[in-house]
């Protein structure tokens, strides 16, 4: 029996194409190790969105000295790459295909199989990597031209699956014992209008089924936010529905949002955000920045410490820019690296000042364990996602009530009532 490494980079929609490409080389006879020392064969699943990640992806490729497949949306995004030439290629819609691709390539063979298709693959066997969590990619590409973006290039233009696929594998998923639905797309927001539908009308299908499991709605632009607020806000009333809603912003500056041809303003993301909070007290936002994008001020970049100032995300995810080659923004003028990396070191000195998790201390409530934590802990969500450290025995998979006794910045410790 082949023993095959898997080793994933980048989001969720990468992390559900592993676990399927896992599944089916099971399927197939070959063992899915965690030792790549062991491995017969090495299958890597890049992330092209920032240059450290694919720095990281080319750096470990050279240490390799054994059969390796690449997948992902580096050779996706790069068909030509030089270096990448030497190695078995296999493309982001091509993932069914991944037993020939092994074989070929245990054989001996170079495969670059990178051809886009429009084939849709949700049912395919997985090896989860959490049994409790399904992570189900509803579309693949997005409406957007953002002007730094990447993934564009791999992912390509919207392409948005089935509603009766989507809530198929959610039941199938759902009889094997899984307990969170994590939606994701490389924005879920225009799901649906190029098959007739939307994702209002998709997550209230989904909140049709009748059992007890929890929805985690991923990355979603504001422009859609701000064209589904209402029903947004009536579907989060749903209990099952985690309170989380990770809306990049990207920047505070409106010069600099047209820039990256972002389609919203700021007073739009404000009132949007503003309006969301409202109607779902315990919503999470989450956003994204990007510092130091092409030719932005002084002021502008303090338009973005305002805004993080007013909104205090409590999950802010902080991006130095780096042009990705091939990028329009790659041709546009960079700023000095010092100024960058200076502007990244403000807005996180900023974050962690504001965001303390205070207001947690004392919370009681119910939390759902769906993750092993380090030294014996486990870690629950609740209803706003935050994560709960607790302490004690097999408690994975369970519902158990909190009292929250410590915060940290980026989770809280809860005991057991
Ligand atoms: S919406 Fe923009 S940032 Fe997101 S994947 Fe599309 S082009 Fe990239």
């Given amino acids: 029996m082949k023993k095959v490494f898997i080793n994933t980079y980048g989001c ?46 080319f750096s ?28 078995s290629l296999i493309g982001v819609k091509q993932i069914h295909n991944i037993v020939e691709v092994v074989h070929q390539t245990l054989a001996g063979n170079k495969v670059h199989l990178l051809k886009q298709s429009k084939d849709v ?18 579309s ?3 409406l957007g031209y953002c002007t730094f973006c990447k993934t564009k290039f791999a992912r390509g233009s919207l392409l948005s699956f089935k509603e009766e696929v989507i809530i198929k594998q959610i039941r199938t ?8 639905i994590w939606l994701t797309s490389e924005d879920t927001g225009p799901y649906g209008l190029d098959i007739g539908t939307t994702l209002p009308k998709l997550l209230k299908n989904i909140l049709k089924i009748q059992k007890d499991f929890r929805v985690r709605l991923g990355m979603i632009n504001p422009e859609y936010v701000k064209r589904y607020d209402d029903a947004l806000i009536d579907i ?36 949007t955000v503003i309006k969301l909070r409202k109607g779902v007290p315990e919503l999470t936002v989450a956003t994204d920045i990007i510092c130091g994008f092409s030719s ?29 080659p091939g990028t329009k923004a790659a041709k546009m003028e960079k700023l ?18 504001l965001v303390t998790n205070k207001e947690w201390l004392g919370w009681k409530g119910e939390i759902m364990i769906d993750e092993k934590g380090k030294n014996k802990t486990f870690v629950g969500r609740n209803n706003s996602y935050r994560p709960i450290v607790v302490k004690g025995k097999d408690l994975f998979g369970k519902r158990i009530k909190v009292r929250i006794v410590d915060v940290f910045r980026d989770y809280l410790k809860g005991e057991i009532i």
């Fill in 140 to 142: 693949s590409g997005c």
């Fill in 173 to 180: 998923a759902l009889n094997e014992g899984v307990k969170e």
């Fill in 60 to 87: 470990e490729l050279k240490r390799i000295n054994k059969p390796v497949v690449v997948a992902g949306c580096v050779p996706q995004a790069d068909k030509n790459n030089p270096v990448l030439k030497n190695y």
């Fill in 296 to 324: 932005e001020t002084d002021y502008e970049f303090l338009d973005t410490l305002e805004l993080v100032r007013e909104f205090k995300f409590p999950v802010l995810h902080i991006s130095k820019f780096y042009p990705r």
């Fill in 336 to 353: 000095n690296t010092k100024i960058v990396k200076k502007r990244s070191r403000v807005l996180t000195a900023l974050n962690e000042e």
């Fill in 121 to 138: 693959h949700l049912n395919l066997p997985r090896i989860r990597r959490n049994p409790l969590v399904e992570i189900i990619p509803i």
């Fill in 236 to 271: 989060y009333k749903d209990e099952r529905m985690f309170k989380f809603l990770h809306v990049p912003v990207q920047s505070g500056n409106d010069r600099i949002l047209k820039l990256m041809k972002r389609e919203y303003t700021i007073e739009e993301f404000k009132k």
């Fill in 12 to 57: 969720a929609h990468n992390q559900a194409d592993s676990e399927f490409m896992a599944g089916q080389l099971k399927q197939e006879g070959f063992e899915i190790i965690d030792s790549k020392k062991s491995a017969d064969l090495v299958l890597i699943n890049t992330c092209s969105v920032k240059d450290p990640s694919e720095k990281k992806f």
